[in-house]
Structures are given as structure tokens and as C-alpha cells.
């Protein structure tokens, strides 16, 4: 008979927000205004992060990224890149489920009620793809060859888009900057639309910005399938009911692509799964 | 071609090739700007800069 199971959220949402808490974890920042200075600043946290986030104890992959290719000594960021490979190769996109604050944020915004959810519209595919244009132009291309005279490119992803920089460190730090308050203008109202609309937008879709606009899930997302830790499907026991499919917030359908690039391993389709034929893990051999 | 996908090998090759880039990025001297960067208050990622 088959056993009827309830999705619980909860246990991966305590993970995300002990690992939000252990890398946002300078709380004194929050109060006094000013970010941490120390040494752990060093190492990148696998997750979107702003590091102008007050309480941030590590650094933004994706703008350590942009600040070494756009810096005028180095072209190539070996830390960075290396540090992403290493994490994506090991991980996937587990990063996305687990370990990003912006993703808990969203995934806590979906939470509310609305009248109508959207799963997918016309696009959806398509729009899809933007979060590799988005990583190729303003992660990469445009730091890297739209300098100034001293050969220095600027972070355009995070001045231009990122909606965490201006959640995490844009809203606080002008919250308690009297300085910062008077130095806002047409770029601090941009940010913030942008965030407004992701939040706005979150209620309605699940993750938009994952889906659509994240560089840093387009990086991750070219390991899910070649990644240590990975989702298998026992095709012996996998009856097709599709309730995994349907369970799947990111539109992904586990029994096709149990390693989709859209899938972010959160572990709903696993827990949907009346025949226990969803399995994952660092060594799980093929059944 | 798939056989091999299928297996973990790939991903640790994967981790292991980053570990390396790692190393050569920290040896000449990336981590310091990662740091310089980070400890300042970002001001394009707040939306003043």
C-alpha cells in the first residue's frame, strides 16, 4: 500500500537559518552601523551574502568574484572561481537549498498567503536562461573590460541588480548611517525597486530570483549533474504517480532530470515520493 | 561517456581541480583583495557607489 507522506519544510528552513545566523553572526554590527573587519573575511561563504551586510563574517562569492576580475593587477580570479568550482562540484546546488540567506528569505515570502500561486506562465523556460546572460555580462564580461583609467572595473552586478546587497546591506546600513542617509540617490531607489518587486514577486513565485536573475545558482547549477552529491531514481520501485513533480516548487520533474540544473535539492520531491524510490547523497550507488 | 557522468568520479575531479585553483589564487595574492573588498563597506552593493 502505498504510504501517504506529509512535505515538511521546516527541518531545511532551521538549516538555513542556523547557517544564515553562523555567517551573519557579527550582531554588534547591526547595532552599531559598521560591518566586521576581521580575517574571516578572507573566505567566501558559499551562499549569495552580502558582504556589506553588518553582520556578515564572510565574503560574497559572487562580489569577491567581481572585484578581482575587475581589479588592475588580476584578470582571472583563481580563489574565487576554484572556491565555486569546489563547492559546486561537491555540492550542486544544495548551496541554493540549504546554505543561501537570500534563498531562506524567499523561501519564507512564498509562505504567505495569496489567492493565486503562479507554477509556471508563458516564458518561464526561457526566462529561465537570463541568470547565465545575467552572470556572463555583469559578473564577468562588463567588470572585466568596462574600466576606468586605472583599469578598474566596478562590481556591476551588485550595483545594478542584487536585491541581497540592498536587503543586507543597503536598508541597514542607511537605517544606521546618518552619512549614508544623506548620500542615497537615483542608484539607492533602483536597488530598491528591484528588491521591492523580488519581494513582491516571491509572494507570487517560488524563489524568482533563483529562477531567473541568480549568476550565482547559474554557476552552481552547471555541476548538478556531474556533482558528488546527487538525487538517483530506483526505476524499479518509481510507479510515474507524479508526486514528485508536482511536489517540486522549482518545475522540475525528478523521475526525467533528478539532477535538473533548476533543481535546487530541497528534498520535497524525496519526501513526496510514496515508494521511497527518490534517494540522494555523496555515495548512494545506482539501485 | 554517461557511465563515467554517472559516477562521482567526475565531481571529484571537479573538487579537486578547484582546491588547486584555490591554492594557485591564494599563492599570488587574490585573497587580499577578496579582503580589501570586504572589509570596506561596499558602496555599489548598498546602491550609494
Keep these: 500500500m502505498d504510504k501517504k507522506k506529509q512535505i515538511k519544510d521546516w527541518p531545511r528552513h532551521l538549516i538555513q537559518a542556523g547557517w544564515a545566523a553562523l555567517t551573519n553572526s557579527h ?25 556589506s ?52 528569505i524567499q523561501d519564507l515570502l512564498h509562505k504567505i498567503p495569496f489567492f493565486k500561486k503562479i ?16 552572470f556572463l555580462v555583469f559578473v564577468i564580461l562588463l567588470p572585466l573590460f568596462l574600466t576606468d583609467v586605472m583599469g578598474q572595473g566596478a562590481p556591476y552586478f ?18 544606521l548611517n546618518k552619512g549614508m542617509r544623506s548620500a542615497i540617490g537615483w542608484l539607492y531607489l533602483w536597488k530598491n525597486t528591484i528588491l521591492l518587486v523580488t519581494v513582491l514577486l516571491s509572494i507570487l513565485i517560488y524563489r524568482p530570483f533563483c529562477k531567473y536573475l541568480c549568476p550565482l545558482g547559474a554557476f552552481y547549477s552547471v555541476f548538478n549533474k556531474v556533482s558528488v552529491f546527487r538525487y538517483r531514481i530506483d526505476t524499479e520501485k518509481c510507479v510515474h504517480c507524479g508526486k514528485c513533480a508536482s511536489a517540486c516548487q522549482m518545475g522540475v520533474n525528478p523521475v526525467e532530470t533528478p539532477n535538473s540544473s533548476e533543481c535546487i535539492r530541497c528534498g520535497r520531491c524525496r519526501q513526496a515520493c510514496p515508494k521511497d524510490a527518490i534517494s540522494c547523497g555523496f555515495c548512494n550507488k545506482k539501485k | 561517456m554517461k557511465k563515467i557522468l ?29 579582503l580589501t573588498k570586504a572589509i570596506n ?5 548598498v546602491g550609494i557607489g
Design chain 2, 41 to 45: 563597506i561596499c558602496m555599489e552593493c
Design chain 1, 119 to 134: 507554477r509556471t506562465f508563458r516564458g518561464d523556460k526561457l526566462l529561465r536562461k537570463l541568470k547565465y546572460v545575467i
Design chain 1, 27 to 51: 550582531v554588534s554590527g547591526f547595532i552599531t552601523g559598521k560591518i566586521y573587519t576581521g580575517k574571516l573575511k578572507n573566505v567566501c561563504v558559499p551562499g549569495l551574502n552580502c558582504y
Design chain 1, 53 to 104: 551586510c553588518p553582520g556578515a563574517t564572510g565574503a560574497c562569492p559572487i562580489g569577491s568574484l567581481q572585484a578581482v576580475i575587475g581589479s588592475w593587477n588580476f584578470k582571472f580570479a583563481y580563489y574565487v572561481i576554484g572556491f565555486l568550482i569546489f563547492v559546486g562540484a561537491l555540492l550542486g546546488r544544495l548551496v541554493c537549498g540549504f546554505l543561501c540567506p537570500f534563498g531562506l
Design chain 1, 158 to 175: 551588485c550595483k545594478l541588480i542584487c536585491p541581497a546587497g540592498t536587503l543586507e546591506g543597503g536598508l541597514p546600513l542607511v537605517l
Design chain 2, 6 to 34: 554517472d559516477t562521482r568520479w567526475p565531481g571529484l575531479a571537479l573538487a579537486a581541480a578547484g582546491i588547486l585553483m584555490m591554492a594557485y589564487g591564494i599563492f599570488r595574492g587574490e585573497m587580499s583583495v577578496v
